[in-house]
């Protein structure tokens, strides 16, 4: 068991578990302005190897992997494509934000593995909204899992208050998505939902507030399951959250701090969020211990 980095130094780096690539992380990415381009997370796998992740699904291109994708910020969206504008449903407007790499670092210790990043905010019309430092951490957990973990702090340094919602705060139903978002594979699709007390499918169990939740998906070819818990850090605004999640059409897994009310960012002000994702080779029945062990890691 040996986890290191390697970094191509031209704007995306692997952490690797011995001869297997746990995730590849693309810090400058060659997304189009229309997708809010973004650092992600993909592909991200098991410690068996098995991949856990979709990057730009047909149905929404802008999906990468995981990442940190807010699609309302004030009038301005850094998750991609079209924006929910009640009373005339989602409008393509000139609004799709970038968050731009400013610099990082890497270390190891050889069981863990970290990454710190610094970024800029930066709207369609070029205005800087946030100043953003992001770190990002790898762990093993077991022989059958590990755990990503995602530390944001974001500062307003634009002069007036910000306001992160969801489409469901401006007046769409059940759709308050916007945070770190997980698309999973497509055969994941019908996959089974568990978190504490409760398993069903994603129209059973979101809005739900959950302090973490997980998804249980098959493998095409292999005929395996493998097992997503994503954890949501107790110090985090409207802990526990609303739980954006789907099983069909699509996997999808997030927990979602704006979900139904929307937090005003004041001018020099610092928010921020702790999540961890665990990932292993295991079905349901191993969620509430594998969410446990994700939690120790935060």
């Known amino acids: 068991m040996s986890i290191r980095i390697d970094d191509d130094g031209v704007g995306a780096l692997s952490i690797r578990d011995g001869d297997v ?3 590849r992380y693309t810090y400058v990415p060659d997304t189009v302005q ?25 149905d929404h291109v802008w999906h990468k992997g995981i990442a940190w994708s807010l ?18 449903g989602y409008v393509q407007l000139p609004n799709n934000g970038a968050q731009v790499h400013q610099g ?67 007046g769409r139903e059940n759709a308050g998505y916007g945070g770190l978002f997980w698309r999973g594979p497509r055969s994941f699709t019908d996959g089974l939902v568990v978190t504490e007390g409760a398993r069903g499918t994603g129209d059973d169990l979101r809005g739900q507030r959950h302090a973490w939740m ?19 850090d107790a110090r985090n605004p409207q802990h526990p959250p609303q739980w954006f999640v789907r099983s069909e059409p699509f996997a999808c897994l997030n927990p979602a701090p704006f ?13 921020r969020f702790r ?11 191993a969620a509430p211990a594998l969410a446990a062990a994700a939690g120790t890691v935060l």
Request: zero cysteines; glycine letters at 10%; hydrophobic letters at 40%.
């Open 21 to 23: 690539e746990l995730v």
């Open 275 to 285: 999540y961890a994702v665990a990932i292993a080779d295991a079905g349901a029945d």
């Open 34 to 58: 229309f997708e809010s381009p973004k650092p992600y997370l993909h592909p991200i796998r098991t410690r068996a190897g098995r991949l856990v992740s979709l990057f730009r699904p047909w």
């Open 71 to 88: 699609p309302v910020v004030g009038d301005e969206n850094f998750w991609g494509g079209v924006t929910y504008v009640n009373g005339q």
């Open 259 to 271: 979900f139904s009310e929307e937090l005003v960012v004041a001018p020099g002000e610092t928010v």
């Open 104 to 170: 990082g670092g890497a270390s190891t210790d050889g069981t863990s593995a970290s990454y710190a990043h610094d970024l800029k905010w930066i709207a369609e019309d070029g205005r800087r909204l946030f100043a953003e430092q992001r770190q990002l951490g790898a762990h093993i957990l077991d022989d059958t899992a590990w755990a990503l973990t995602f530390d944001t702090a974001l500062t307003n340094v634009s002069d007036e208050g910000i306001p992160i919602g969801s489409p469901t705060t401006r």
């Open 214 to 232: 997980g998804y249980v998906g098959r493998h095409d070819d292999i005929d395996e399951q493998s097992l997503v818990v994503m954890v949501d």
